[in-house]
Every structure is written in structure tokens, then in C-alpha cells.
T-cell receptor, first 117, second 111 residues
């Protein structure tokens, strides 16, 4: 299957700082990328959908000013957690696919574990 | 969006076939059934997907009932590395291809 690389895999930061997570599709062009969050012992929760060259679409309840998403190229999307607080500590996972159709497979990165002190 | 129902957990003996059920009684005609799995502390891994025909790949087989209201994922020869949470997801065609994850089935493969 296609490879999606996510970096960093683990980050610790102080409260009030910002953290950027990168998501890259290594061997295909991803017109659509997704960002998820997963708390311990819970399922993945979709945060936002981003299409290359346009603004991200956020799910209800997700603060767009706090979770900044940039999808500037067909192989790279970034998630910036601004002014992070301990409650933002979570496992963040990105995924990528070609196109927006249900038949297109969505491939996931390995995830980034964020710990905010 | 169509919802899915899966058993919360299943045990399976190593080397035996694992049959994972999923109910999706409200599925629409053009919605796909997707299966992913998530091994602890990793990102989800795509397994297989189908619309109405049975599908098979190197990882698994997907059996979809004729009325499409349920499906079964079959891992033909389970290994210890197949221990994971398995998610059955019905994917709508008109919402940017979003995947909505439920609770999934925790599968534990034992020696």
C-alpha cells in the first residue's frame, strides 16, 4: 500500500507553546488529507479535512484557530497546535488519499504523540 | 451516515481463521464497506473494502451479504501480529470520503 509519513512521532512541549506536525504522502499525490485525534482507550475522532490549495474543513467542536491546518502541496499537510495546553495532549494521526470518492483508499500515518506539560 | 455495529472483543487461536462480523443495516446503495485495523499505538492500517461483491486480497477476505446489511472480515490464518482493534466503517460517497471510526472489535490472537 501507499506510504504516509508523519513527523515527529513523539513530542513534548511546555504549556503555551505551539507544535507543528507534518504529514507527507511519499509515493502518491494526496489531493485530500485528514487529521484525527485519539485519546487513550478511545476511537479516532476526525478533526478536519483538507484539500490541496484550499482551506480546511473542520468538524463541529474543533477550534480552527487552535488547530491550524495547511495543505500547501499535493504531498504535504501540516497541523499546528497553537498555544498548547495539557488537555491538548493526545495521539494525532493524519491520513491521505487521492481524490474525494468513497472508493479511494485512505492511508494513515503512524501518528504523533503529543504531551503538553 | 450509516452506522456499524461490531462486537467489542473477540479471541482467536493462532493459526485458525478469524471471522469478524459487522452489521450495517442502514447502509445506502452507493456506500462502501471499509475495514481497517489499529495495532496498539500505531496509525490505522487499511485492510480491504467492498461495495457489494466479495473481495479478497493478501491480507483478508470480505464477505458482504446479498442485502448488504452485514459483512464479515475473514483473516484466514491468524497470527499473534494480527492482535489489534478492527474497525468496520461504512463510507458515504458524498462527504469528501470521510471515515467515521466507531469503537471497533478488539481481537486478541492467542498461542
Amino acid at each position: 500500500g501507499a506510504v504516509v509519513s508523519q513527523h515527529p512521532s513523539w513530542v513534548i512541549c511546555k504549556s503555551g507553546t505551539s507544535v507543528k506536525i507534518e504529514c507527507r504522502s511519499l509515493d502518491f499525490q494526496a489531493t485530500t488529507m485528514f487529521w484525527y485525534r485519539q485519546f487513550p482507550k478511545q476511537s479516532l475522532m476526525l478533526m478536519a479535512t483538507s484539500n490541496e490549495g484550499s482551506k480546511a474543513t473542520y468538524e463541529q467542536g474543533v477550534e480552527k484557530d487552535k488547530f491550524l491546518i495547511n495543505h500547501a502541496s499535493l504531498t504535504l499537510s501540516t497541523l499546528t497546535v497553537t498555544s498548547a495546553h495539557p488537555e491538548d495532549s493526545s495521539f494525532y494521526i493524519c491520513s491521505a488519499q487521492t481524490g474525494t470518492f468513497a472508493k479511494n483508499i485512505q492511508y494513515f500515518g503512524a501518528g504523533t504523540r503529543l504531551s503538553v506539560l | 451516515d450509516a452506522k456499524t455495529t461490531q462486537p467489542p472483543s473477540m479471541d482467536c487461536a493462532e493459526g485458525r481463521a478469524a471471522n469478524l462480523p459487522c452489521n450495517h443495516s442502514t447502509i445506502s446503495g452507493n456506500e462502501y464497506v471499509y475495514w481497517y485495523r489499529q495495532i496498539h499505538s500505531q496509525g490505522p492500517q487499511y485492510i480491504i473494502h467492498g461495495l457489494k461483491n466479495n473481495e479478497t486480497n493478501e491480507m483478508a477476505s470480505l464477505i458482504i451479504t446479498e442485502d448488504r446489511k452485514s459483512s464479515t472480515l475473514i483473516l484466514p490464518h491468524a497470527t499473534l501480529r494480527d492482535t489489534a482493534v478492527y474497525y468496520c466503517i461504512v463510507r458515504p460517497t458524498d462527504s469528501w470520503g470521510k471515515l467515521q471510526f466507531g469503537a471497533g472489535t478488539q481481537v486478541v490472537v492467542t498461542p
